[in-house]
């Protein structure tokens, strides 16, 4: 840890600050309606802040239908006090094919792939999407390929791929109803990665999709919880897509399996103890709005939790 802390001192790449994303870039107007994120004109050129990025790596995969917008919470037990942690993310539906990351990996897609696309705009949203402490650090296709889920997550420094089963969740329906997002949803359970989870559905939705890993129900899922109430998703509004379904950016990915990842990330939730001096080819921090440092090692953003990491997986 000391020799990669002075390797970051003496190879820092200082660049000037990205915005923090706050409340205002996503505007519930209704239960069913969000603020649309747009990157605005920008006259103040700036230098690219993000290693390896490449938007030609972005391929399109389907063309848009549908998009449902959910707060991830964590209720994080940190210190004996339960700290609130929320970021925005989101569902997007087309052609059979879901795909469910962070809102901000979202606007930076979204900023990406305009006709008129503008290289200032990308990089101050991906500075945004890089200075997020709560992102949610993995994307996840439904029925990509066909019958099957593919997953991209992040342990430092890295990117890895996995497959799984496109239905990884075994339900047991039950006769429990409640409304979510203006939706009347019915109850279903199961358990996935050591932990118990119930979910609610909206059959008026037909779509066997939902947040994060959740499929393969008849209807659309609006809401996630486990039983010991650390994680909950929830949707804050649904609505006709309007952005292709794209392939990460990430560039090269490792590819492994799904046991395998877990154990990993579980094992050293401090991500700067999987990085070895050795393994280190260019180290960028930038300074932000407040103040703080956001480092990126290899082009991979590293985010330390300061109330401690809460898996949705235990096994």
């Known amino acids: 840890m000391k020799n990669l802390l002075l390797f970051a001192a003496v ?6 600050a990205a915005q923090t994303i706050t409340g205002s870039d996503i505007v519930v107007v209704s239960s069913r309606t969000v603020d649309r994120t747009a990157p605005q004109p920008n006259n103040d050129k700036q230098p690219s802040c993000i290693p390896n990025y490449d938007h030609k790596t972005n391929m399109f995969m389907a063309e848009p239908e549908y998009e449902c917008i ?3 919470t964590i209720n994080n037990p940190a210190k004996g006090d339960t700290i609130r942690e929320t970021t925005a993310c989101v569902l997007q539906i087309g052609d059979g094919i879901g795909r469910f990351c962070d809102y901000t990996t979202f606007s930076v897609d979204s900023a990406n792939h305009q006709v008129d696309r503008d290289e200032d705009a990308v990089n101050r949203l991906l500075k945004r999407e ?5 992102y949610f650090e ?3 296709y439904q029925n990509y390929p066909a019958g099957k889920m593919t997953v991209y997550g992040i342990i430092a420094p890295s990117y890895f791929i996995y497959e799984e089963d496109g239905n990884p969740v075994e ?7 409640d409304t979510v997002c203006g939706y009347e949803c019915m109850k279903a359970t199961g358990s996935y990665g050591g932990r118990q989870w119930e979910v609610w559905f909206a ?5 066997a999709m939902g947040p994060w890993k959740f499929c393969g129900l008849p209807g659309l899922v609006m809401k996630a919880k486990d039983s010991d109430n650390l994680h909950l998703f929830e949707a804050i509004s649904f609505r006709k897509g309007n952005m292709p379904v794209y392939k990460p950016m990430w560039p090269d990915p490792v590819k492994t399996e799904r046991v395998k990842f877990v154990k990993q990330k579980n094992a050293t939730p401090d991500p700067m103890q999987n990085i070895m001096p050795e393994s280190i080819r260019v180290i960028n921090v930038y300074k932000g709005d407040h103040g703080q440092h956001v480092i990126s090692v290899n ?3 590293i985010r330390q939790k300061a109330n401690g990491y809460v898996p949705r997986e235990l096994e």
């Open 299 to 301: 082009g991979v953003p």
């Open 11 to 16: 190879t820092l790449n200082i660049t000037a």
């Open 203 to 207: 059959p008026e939705i037909p779509v």
């Open 138 to 140: 993995e994307i996840v």
């Open 70 to 72: 959910y707060n991830y």
């Open 171 to 177: 339900w047991v329906l039950t006769e429990d109803t």
């Open 130 to 134: 890089m200075q997020n402490d709560y």
